[in-house]
């Protein structure tokens, strides 16, 4: 290849690379913000086909206890008995902080969250972005125990 033929190839490269566009991060965050808050509206109002649209066909939902890992059918069908009653769970995020991929395809998340049964609690997931929008991938439901607690917790669960 000549130097000529290489500094057009390099050039090119540089043009294709430059043109895409810039993400735009922080209206990106609110859009994955909206979808964060939508599934905590759509669980504490019990709209069950709102509250699983905002999932990947694929994703993984991790519950408190360490067994709970789910797919999204299974968890539909642990879910629904709650948003057949008319009111699924109360979550609100109190703090929440947002990383979103350099090529602006996938975003990860933890938020605390008050909750009225679970108490103090922190959600934390990843999204990825379809061409529909934000979609959740994975969420994982901890319950947070303060590190001073965290002796009598062990002896309450027992040995593993």
Not at 35 to 47: P, Y
Not at 61 to 68: C, R, S, V, Y
Not at 144 to 150: A, C, G, R
Request: charged share 20%; proline share 4%; glycine share 6%.
């Amino acid at each position: 290849m000549t130097k000529i033929a290489a500094a057009v190839v390099l050039v090119m490269t540089t043009a294709c690379v430059s043109a895409r566009s810039p993400i735009d991060v922080a209206g990106e965050k609110t859009a994955i913000a909206r979808v964060l808050d939508d599934l905590n509206d759509a669980a504490d109002k019990a709209d069950e086909a709102r509250y699983f649209a905002l999932y990947t066909n694929d994703a993984v939902f991790l519950g408190t206890d360490g067994k709970e890992r789910w797919d999204v059918a299974a968890f539909r069908a642990f879910a629904h008995p709650y948003f057949a009653k008319g009111k699924a769970w109360s979550f609100r995020s109190v703090r929440r902080a947002i990383t979103i991929s350099t090529d602006g395809n996938v975003a990860w998340f933890d938020e605390s969250l008050a909750t009225p049964n679970l108490g103090p609690s922190r959600g934390s997931g990843v999204l990825v972005k379809g061409t529909t929008g934000w979609k959740i991938a994975q969420y994982n439901l901890a319950i947070v125990i303060p590190n001073e607690k965290l002796d009598a917790v062990k002896a309450a669960i027992g040995p593993q």
